[in-house]
């Protein structure tokens, strides 16, 4: 197999729940990605699938679990089966986030945030460089949707992100709903953080839909990335904002719980891939 | 605070409610439980997911504290969450209130193996034709490799009738717990995982099998065990679940 690359079309996550509609129906979808964690079996049904679906379209990975923003040295044993599977599947494009999830022997299973000092700058970037050398590629990271911040925070994150594409030569994926969830979170303004997006280094776009939740907060109701829903209608503006002054990008629609019908998300694609058309 | 003792705070409130939030953190506690609500509520689901029948037999309210419990003592070790949750039984078997149901821990290691063999790797089964008429002093000679999404639970209780009324029946039949040991196996043969009961002994003879006797070795050793162990219905439950990857010698 060699590897196809992600095109300047609209995909979608794809949920083992679609499998069948996928392979019955063969849509006309750019691309899929999948978080390769749930790849790491030896066998059975989910390679099954996802062999027969890769013989049909490109395939992009986007890891959850690498704690690139862990204080600790990376897990090699995950490295190891992350390079096993962008062998095996020879994915598009490969991407993470700025996030840490393990500790010690600890995986939490949620993208925890960090603080943006020069300490985690060159942190990130050293894991960063790692993935890099070991995967033998380029890879992306994707900007996180937030609901803490530190005190000792130095830099902003569109700094610390150009900073580290800068020092290591990645590229970012601009998530637009991470940027309205953190930006209602924390009280600044997503179209500045959209216009302000280092764009020349931008491979990838994710959209996806979040909650509110009205949680006794003094800043008032919290959103959350919740990946449950269509995309919010002030979502798609700031995309549209964006690959205005960016130009198109490959863009992915996120839906992982309360997942619907195919069709249903697959509608939600081609609205995603007729914004990329005029652009 | 550096990064590492900052990170090894946080973990530590994430799991611990008690825990005082880290120096440093901006943002309330409702902010913080999303964290510590997003970790519990995902690996909750990863556990009823491969324990459905554990948490029909208990009841939801009753899985979720148990699983709530469980992720606090026993948090996942690698992001490959597959790997995820395999001590549950024993932990079940430990658990106090869970006590009146004594079945429930080996329910758990069924399930669990359900889930190893859906993920396991592939391999094809061999073709049979060729051993189906060997004389038995020939075929006592045998050696079988089981498959390797192949694993067998036995039980002091009638747990794979327990395990499929709770499985596909919509008003779950009474089972009487004395209504004797069952022992299933598990294994994947092709896409679906097929499970079966065995006869008794077979979990004996299929060890011995795995550990590299032949066919007459391990049944004299099943025999020793288990007087009543039958063969010949053994290896044809065998045979028709797929449960070798391969017979040696090849050439007989």
Not at chain 1, 52 to 78: K, N, Q, T, W
Not at chain 2, 167 to 174: K, L
Request: proline share 7%.
């Amino acid at each position: 197999m060699i590897a196809s690359p992600i095109p300047l079309r609209a995909g979608v996550g794809l949920k083992h729940e679609h499998y069948d509609a996928i392979l019955a129906d063969r849509p006309d979808i750019g691309w899929f990605e999948v978080h390769p964690e749930n790849y790491m079996g030896a066998g059975g049904p989910p390679h099954h699938m996802l062999s027969r679906i890769r013989r049909d379209y490109p395939l992009s990975l986007h890891g959850v679990g690498l704690s690139i923003g862990g204080a600790e040295p990376l897990d090699r044993d995950h490295l190891g089966r992350l390079a096993t599977l962008v062998r095996r599947y020879q994915p598009g494009l490969f991407s993470e986030h700025l996030a840490w999830s393990s500790h010690e022997t600890t995986y939490l299973n949620d993208l925890l945030p960090l603080p943006y000092t020069a300490e985690t700058l060159s942190l990130v970037s050293s894991h960063v460089d790692e993935v890099q050398e070991t995967l033998d590629r380029r890879i992306l990271i994707e900007n996180p949707s937030t609901y803490l911040r530190f005190a000792q925070d130095e830099m902003s994150e569109i700094d610390f992100l150009e900073e580290l594409a800068r020092r290591t030569g990645c590229g970012l994926l601009l998530d637009v709903n991470n940027v309205y969830v953190s930006a209602a979170n924390h009280g600044f303004d997503p179209t500045s953080y959209v216009d302000g997006f280092p764009a020349e280094h931008v491979g990838e776009i994710h959209l996806a839909g979040h909650a509110r939740l009205a949680a006794d907060d003094p800043a008032g109701p919290l959103l959350i990335d919740a990946h449950d829903r269509a995309v919010h209608p002030a979502v798609w503006d700031l995309y549209i904002r964006f690959v205005t002054r960016a130009g198109a990008r490959p863009t992915l629609v996120e839906w992982d719980y309360d997942i619907p019908a195919w069709s249903v998300l697959f509608d939600e694609a081609m609205a995603a891939e007729r914004i990329l058309d005029g652009h | 605070m550096g990064t590492d003792a900052l990170q090894r705070a946080l973990v530590r409130a994430l799991i611990d409610p008690d825990a005082a939030l880290p120096s440093g953190v901006v943002g309330s506690a409702a902010r913080f439980n999303i964290h510590r609500n997003n970790i519990a509520s995902s690996l909750i689901a990863v556990l009823a997911s491969r324990y459905p029948v554990i948490r029909r037999l208990v009841g939801d309210d009753f899985f979720q504290a148990a699983a709530g419990t469980f992720i606090a003592s026993h948090p996942p070790q690698s992001p490959a969450l597959i790997e995820f949750g395999g001590a549950f039984a024993a932990f079940l078997a430990a658990l106090e209130p869970a006590a009146s149901l004594p079945y429930l821990s080996d329910i758990a290691r069924l399930e669990w193996a359900r889930h190893a063999a859906y993920h396991a790797a592939d391999a094809a089964p061999p073709d049979l034709s060729r051993i189906a008429g060997l004389d038995p002093d020939r075929m006592s000679l045998l050696r079988f490799t089981m498959h390797p999404s192949a694993a067998l639970v036995a039980s002091p209780f009638p747990i794979l009738s327990i395990w499929r009324t709770n499985s596909f029946d919509a008003e779950v039949t009474a089972i009487a717990l004395d209504s004797g040991g069952e022992t299933v196996l598990i294994v994947r043969p092709h896409l679906d995982v097929v499970i079966a009961g065995l006869p008794g002994g077979s979990d004996t003879f299929v060890a011995a099998l795995a550990s590299g006797a032949t066919l007459g070795a391990a049944a004299r050793t099943a025999a020793a065990h288990e007087p009543a162990f039958d063969l010949t219905m053994t290896l044809a439950e065998l045979f028709r679940a797929q449960a070798f990857a391969a017979i040696t010698p090849s050439m007989i």
